[in-house]
C-alpha cells in the first residue's frame, strides 16, 4: 500500500497567514492527489483535485502544486471559515489512501 | 444536486452483522461507481469499498476483504455495504462517496458503533 505522510499534523496559524500543508507519497503518484477539507461533524469536502486543480466554487486562496511523491497544499489569507482538518489522498493505486489529517487552528 | 443519504447504522454486538445503504439522487446513478469511505471516532479517513457502475467489479480495503460486500440496485439508485463478522475495529461513520479515485460528493454518513 502507498503511504501518504502529511506534515504537520497539527498547526497553529494567525487570520490573513499563509499556510503550507505538505503531503509525501511512499511512491511515485504522479499527479494523482486529492486535497479534502473536513470540518466537525460533517463529510470532507473536495478542495484540489489532480494535485493542482481547483474544484468547482472552491476559493481561489486554495491551491495545491507537486508531483510524483512531494505535494503541497496552500491557503493564503486564512479566513476563520478555514478553520477544519486537511487530507491528502492518493488514487493512483488500490487502495486509496489519505495522508493521517492536518488540523488547523487558530493562534 | 447529487445528494447522498446513508442509513442503517447503529449499535451492533461484535461478531454480528449490519448492512447500510446510501439513497442517491441528483445524478444518473447507474453511470458512476460509488465508493465507502469510514473514519472511525477522533481518526483520520480509511477507504473501504467500491463498485463500478453497473456493479461487476468490486474492490475492497485489506481489513474488510471477506467479511464486507459492496452491492448497489440501479433500479432503485441505492448502495449497499453488508458488514459481517464485525468488530470493535469497525466502529466508525461510514461515508458513500459518488465515483472512484476523486470523491466529489459524499453523504453525510452514518455512525456504526460495535460493542458488548
Known amino acids: 500500500d502507498i503511504q501518504m505522510t502529511q506534515s504537520p499534523s497539527s498547526l497553529s496559524a494567525s487570520l490573513g497567514d499563509r499556510v503550507t500543508i505538505t503531503c509525501q507519497a511512499s511512491q511515485d503518484i504522479t499527479n494523482y492527489l486529492n486535497w479534502y477539507q473536513q470540518k466537525p461533524g460533517k463529510p470532507p469536502k473536495l478542495l484540489i483535485y489532480?494535485?493542482?486543480n481547483l474544484e468547482a466554487g472552491v476559493p481561489s486562496r486554495f491551491s495545491g502544486s507537486g508531483s510524483g511523491t512531494d505535494f503541497t497544499f496552500t491557503i493564503l489569507r486564512l479566513q476563520p471559515e478555514d478553520i477544519a482538518t486537511y487530507y491528502c489522498q492518493q488514487y493512483v493505486n488500490l487502495p486509496y489512501t489519505f495522508g493521517q489529517g492536518t488540523r488547523l487552528e487558530i493562534k | 444536486e447529487v445528494q447522498l443519504l446513508e442509513s442503517g447504522g447503529g449499535f451492533v454486538r461484535p461478531g454480528k452483522s449490519a448492512r447500510l445503504s446510501c439513497a442517491a439522487s441528483?445524478?444518473?446513478?447507474?453511470?458512476?461507481?460509488m465508493t465507502w469511505v469510514r473514519q472511525a471516532p477522533g481518526k483520520g479517513l480509511e477507504w473501504v469499498s467500491t463498485v463500478s457502475g453497473g456493479g461487476g467489479n468490486t474492490y475492497y480495503a485489506d481489513s474488510v476483504k471477506g467479511r464486507f460486500t459492496i452491492s448497489r440496485d440501479n433500479s432503485k439508485n441505492t448502495l449497499f455495504l453488508h458488514m459481517n463478522s464485525l468488530s470493535v475495529e469497525d466502529t466508525a461513520r461510514y461515508y458513500c462517496a459518488q465515483n472512484w479515485k476523486i470523491f466529489k460528493s459524499w453523504g453525510q454518513g452514518v455512525l456504526v458503533t460495535v460493542s458488548s
Open positions: 441528483g445524478f444518473i446513478f447507474s453511470s458512476y461507481a
Open positions: 489532480d494535485a493542482s
